[in-house]
């Protein structure tokens, strides 16, 4: 369970960093949160995993759309 | 012979990063110093007396390291303030009580600059209360179950974001004021100030727990200053995301 999760995480940061959509690569971000607080409750630290939920696949997912309407969404080739 | 696709400079960089990493987390798996366990074994057998919060992680992060949660606190109203004076600067929010974005209101053919859909207006209408509530649970039950000030705050302003997805455009509660929000964001932190200070004339210095030798229980230390916490954190980050979702009144 764990190896898988740390696997679909490296996969998935590979993505968010090479995804040219950004708003591809932020909700790429927002599971790779999503998934890192599920790694942090398996490993007993369900405070970590509750403040990983809400700030990353929260808050910061409305920031980075937030900046990605107001400029280019596109990644210039 | 064929071009390469990546550049060699491209390729040096990757290979500099991952050594740099090497570099870092090695001596950890190399090293033969036995892990340290005398804080906690020492928070174990003495840290429920002491702050009588039954989740240890509040206990030192309100508790014993108090001082970290006070610099964490006047990062994060840094950040706020810097975010919101550089949005209300830009010109960029159309939120109520940001002058400059007020005159260009419905120059757009959508409504509030994004367009609303039924499943936002629905689901995150309804969501948004039970979020809310979740939030103050995690606040006010900190010292109990997992969450605490910081993590139930972040997640109020997420139910106020979702609110302020789902209202109708002309019609908002006192939760999306700005005003309102940025008072309780002043008022918490001063409050902090002032709950840190109230130990040092019972002679327990800056952040002491003033409750720790009546006859009081200590717990309710931690509990005051979570919810002053969790109400800066949940109003101060409210305030950046609907200044940044352009809110229009």
Same mark, same amino acid.
Request: hydrophobic letters at 50%; charged letters at 15%.
């Given at each position: 369970?764990?190896?898988?999760?740390?696997?679909?995480?490296?996969?998935?940061?590979?993505?968010?960093?090479?995804?040219?959509?950004?708003?591809?690569?932020?909700?790429?971000?927002?599971?790779?949160?999503?998934?890192?607080?599920?790694?942090?409750?398996?490993?007993?630290?369900?405070?970590?995993?509750?403040?990983?939920?809400?700030?990353?696949?929260?808050?910061?997912?409305?920031?980075?759309?937030?900046?990605?309407?107001?400029?280019?969404?596109?990644?210039?080739? | 012979?064929?071009?390469?696709?990546?550049?060699?400079?491209?390729? $040096?960089?990757?290979?500099?990063?991952?050594?740099?990493?090497?570099?870092?987390?090695?001596?950890?798996?190399?090293?033969?110093?036995?892990?340290?366990?005398?804080?906690?074994?020492?928070?174990?057998?003495?840290?429920?007396?002491?702050?009588?919060?039954?989740?240890?992680?509040?206990?030192?992060?309100?508790?014993?390291?108090?001082?970290?949660?006070?610099?964490?606190?006047?990062?994060?109203?840094?950040?706020?303030?810097?975010?919101?004076?550089?949005?209300?600067?830009?010109?960029?929010?159309?939120?109520?009580?940001?002058?400059?974005?007020?005159?260009?209101?419905?120059?757009?053919?959508?409504?509030?600059?994004?367009?609303?859909?039924?499943?936002?207006?629905?689901?995150?209408?309804?969501?948004?209360?039970?979020?809310?509530? $979740?939030?103050?649970?995690?606040?006010?039950?900190?010292?109990?179950?997992?969450?605490?000030?910081?993590?139930?705050?972040?997640?109020?302003?997420?139910?106020?974001?979702?609110?302020?997805?789902?209202?109708?455009?002309?019609?908002?509660?006192?939760?999306?004021?700005?005003?309102?929000?940025?008072?309780?964001?002043?008022?918490?932190?001063? $409050?902090?100030?002032?709950?840190?200070?109230?130990?040092?004339?019972?002679?327990?210095? $800056?952040?002491?727990?003033?409750?720790?030798?009546?006859?009081?229980?200590?717990?309710?230390?931690?509990?005051?200053?979570?919810?002053?916490?969790?109400?800066?954190?949940?109003?101060?980050?409210?305030?950046?995301?609907?200044?940044?979702?352009?809110?229009?009144?």
């Amino acid at each position: 369970m764990t190896i898988i999760i740390m696997i679909l995480l490296i996969v998935l940061s590979l993505y968010t960093l090479s995804s040219r959509d950004l708003l591809y690569g932020v909700i790429a971000l927002s599971a790779f949160s999503m998934l890192s607080a599920t790694l942090f409750y398996i490993f007993n630290a369900p405070d970590v995993a509750i403040t990983e939920a809400a700030v990353g696949a929260g808050v910061s997912t409305v920031i980075f759309a937030w900046a990605i309407r107001s400029t280019e969404r596109k990644d210039q080739e | 012979m064929k071009e390469s696709k990546y550049s060699k400079f491209f390729i $040096f960089q990757i290979v500099l990063s991952l050594a740099t990493v090497l570099a870092v987390i090695l001596p950890i798996f190399l090293s033969r110093v036995p892990w340290p366990d005398l804080a906690r074994n020492y928070l174990e057998h003495n840290g429920l007396r002491d702050s009588g919060a039954r989740n240890l992680v509040s206990a030192i992060y309100l508790g014993y390291r108090a001082f970290d949660t006070l610099g964490e606190t006047i990062v994060l109203l840094v950040a706020v303030s810097g975010t919101i004076s550089i949005i209300s600067h830009s010109g960029l929010s159309q939120a109520k009580g940001f002058g400059k974005g007020e005159i260009k209101k419905h120059t757009n053919n959508s409504i509030s600059g994004f367009r609303r859909t039924e499943l936002i207006d629905v689901v995150t209408g309804k969501l948004g209360p039970i979020v809310l509530i $979740f939030g103050l649970y995690l606040m006010l039950f900190g010292h109990l179950s997992p969450g605490g000030g910081f993590q139930g705050g972040v997640v109020v302003a997420s139910g106020i974001v979702f609110m302020a997805l789902g209202s109708k455009t002309d019609s908002s509660t006192w939760l999306q004021e700005t005003g309102a929000l940025a008072k309780i964001e002043a008022a918490g932190f001063l $409050f902090i100030v002032l709950a840190s200070l109230s130990g040092i004339p019972g002679g327990f210095g $800056f952040f002491g727990n003033p409750l720790s030798s009546s006859g009081a229980s200590p717990v309710i230390s931690i509990i005051v200053l979570n919810t002053i916490i969790g109400l800066k954190v949940g109003a101060g980050l409210g305030f950046m995301c609907i200044a940044m979702l352009g809110k229009v009144e």
